[in-house]
């Protein structure tokens, strides 16, 4: 006996009762094609989450600063 031993039937009883959302199941859907692309290889589907993120152009915002002494009128 595993360590878990209701772990099976645990995992079984919250996938029958799952609500089924179109979303989630979309989500799901592309998560297991996305896994399959990979051959399940989490090293491959970390390099190319790298490589994606290199490509796009993403940048800080400035800082929003104030003048000195200023203070907000909430109060």
């Given at each position: 006996?595993?360590?878990?031993?209701?772990?099976?039937?645990?995992?079984?009883?919250?996938?029958?009762?799952?609500?089924k959302?179109?979303?989630?199941?979309?989500?799901?859907?592309?998560?297991?094609?996305?896994?399959?692309?990979?051959?399940?290889?989490?090293?491959?589907?970390?390099?190319?989450?790298?490589?994606?993120?290199?490509?796009?152009?993403?940048?800080?915002?400035?800082?929003?600063?104030?003048?000195?002494?200023?203070?907000?009128?909430?109060?």
């Open positions: 006996m595993g360590r878990y031993p209701n772990y099976e039937r645990a995992t079984a009883h919250r996938d029958r009762c799952r609500m959302d179109p979303n989630n199941e979309e989500t799901r859907e592309y998560q297991a094609e996305h896994l399959r692309k990979f051959s399940f290889d989490l090293a491959a589907i970390c390099k190319a989450l790298k490589e994606q993120s290199r490509k796009l152009k993403a940048g800080r915002l400035p800082a929003n600063r104030t003048k000195p002494g200023s203070r907000s009128q909430t109060r």
